[in-house]
Structures are given as C-alpha cells and as structure tokens.
Nanobody, 119 residues
C-alpha cells in the first residue's frame, strides 16, 4: 500500500510562484516515475509534469519554461516549482506515482491540492 501526501497549494496572484511537494510512503516502493496532473473545473485531468527514476523530465506545453519538476529519490518526494502563474493554471493538482509491480505499472494518486491564481 502506498500513500501520497501533497502540500503547498494555495491562492496566489497572477505572475506569482508556488511550490508543491508530494511525499510517498509505503513498503518496498519501486517507482518508474512520479509527477503531477491537474484538473480544472469542467475539464479533463491532464498531465502537468513527470520525472522518471532516471531523471528524464516531461512537461505539458502550457507550462514549459514556467514550471520545474524535481525529485528526491531517497526521500520519495517530488516537487513542482511553479512560476509566472496564470489564471488558467487554476486547478486541483494531483501527485501521482507510477509504481513498478512485477512486470506492470500501476498509478497511485494523492488527494489533490487546490491552486488558485487570481488575475
């Protein structure tokens, strides 16, 4: 069983910054990747950023050059530094972890943290 706990959401003005953090806990965890998705009201959940165990990073086009993902493998923690925030970044942000289970992957999700950007 794995638990993902997020922190760092909140209200910020457009142009400001926020840092999200997520820590995974559990026994015998093996990760393929960790990252963040978000879901705005009335929209589908979308990938924001992910980072693999090898350090490869992927970003949604809408956040490139504004968001940076980082990971502390030893601490099972992933962080998302968000800068130059825009109103359209307003959403619930969900941490996820792609866990290696035998020869397959399964995703675990955090409870979500609200990010609100005021214009």
């Amino acid at each position: 069983q794995v638990q993902l706990v997020e922190s760092g959401g909140g209200l910020v003005q457009a142009g400001g910054s926020l840092r999200l953090s997520c820590t995974a806990s559990g026994r015998n965890l093996r990760f393929d990747s960790m990252g963040w998705h978000r879901q705005a009201p009335g929209k589908q959940r979308e990938l924001v950023a992910r980072i693999t165990t090898g350090g490869s990073e992927t970003y949604a086009d809408s956040v490139k050059d504004r968001f940076t993902i980082s990971r502390d493998i030893a601490g099972n923690t992933v962080e998302l530094q968000m800068s130059s925030l825009k109103a359209e970044d307003t959403a619930v942000y969900y941490c996820y972890a792609a866990l290696i289970s035998g020869t397959s992957l399964r995703n675990a999700w955090g409870q979500g943290t609200q990010v609100t950007v005021s214009s």
